[in-house]
């Protein structure tokens, strides 16, 4: 399911890892991060080993979805922190849709490099936010929802493949130390009609949404929808 151009380190570890959709197609792409190389057992002195020589963010399409879904690597298109022009070690990394422009946006966070003999600490890399840059013409719409992670939207599709139905729901992060925006979402639409769109609020209620009314290409406010916990308390 992922292509086989998708290499790391021999210690990689990949600290951060999450779906989402970059494109506005409506499938979720695929998008990790590594940090620095795991110390082999021979090295002493330092709990991580040293800094990784071929490390940068990778950026997986998915190109269909269903029994085999299949994820194409667009690297070398994404820009120069997920090209290979520049190497560097993360720790983790979220998302958000900084500005709401139905494009996801990414923050990744630098991965420290101890050396517990010496008691030092150092980075390669700082904390970035990186902008989605997207012109694709696919449709989408926004949905400001409470700030409850959990949330699930169910989304009823109708295109020229027919009927399809998707489920979307609020993520806290994607990595170590991390939270990604768990008050909104953008949903990509493609080319299909958006016919339903249930939400399910993670206390267990949920309701529906009357679609005409919703504007696409911009955020619509659902917030106060979902009641709170204690509401639904005896």
Same mark, same amino acid.
Do not use: F, N, Q
């Given at each position: 399911l992922l292509p086989n151009t998708v290499r790391s380190d021999s210690y990689l570890t990949h600290w951060g890892v999450l779906f989402a959709d970059f494109d506005r197609d409506g499938?979720?792409?695929?998008?990790?991060?590594?940090?620095?190389?795991?110390?082999?057992?021979?090295?002493? #002195?330092?709990h991580w080993g040293g800094t990784s020589t071929h490390n940068h963010i990778i950026l997986l399409r998915a190109t269909h979805e269903g029994d085999a879904p299949y994820f194409d690597d667009v690297s070398e298109t994404a820009g120069a922190r997920f090209d290979g022009r520049v190497i560097a070690d993360y720790f983790s990394l979220s998302t958000a849709d900084f500005d709401r422009d139905g494009c996801t946006d990414l923050i990744v966070t630098p991965s420290p490099i101890d050396d517990f003999a010496s008691g030092t600490r150092t980075f390669n890399t700082t904390l970035r936010l990186l902008r989605n840059q997207c012109s694709y013409p696919n449709q989408w719409v926004g949905l400001d929802l409470d700030d409850d992670i959990g949330t699930l939207a169910v989304i009823?599709?109708? #295109?020229?493949?027919?009927?399809?139905?998707?489920?979307?729901?609020?993520?806290g992060s994607g990595g170590v130390g991390s939270r990604s925006d768990t008050a909104s979402m953008s949903i990509g639409v493609g080319d299909d009609s958006l016919i339903d769109l249930q939400i399910r609020c993670s206390n267990g209620s949920q309701f529906a949404v009357d679609v005409d009314s919703l504007r696409l290409g911009e955020y619509n406010d659902l917030r106060g929808r979902c009641p709170t916990r204690s509401a639904l308390a005896p």
């Open positions: 499938l979720e792409d695929l998008v990790y991060a590594g940090g620095i190389p795991v110390a082999p057992p021979w090295r002493t #002195g330092t009823s599709l109708d #295109g020229s493949s027919g009927p399809t139905v998707r489920y979307r729901v609020i993520k």
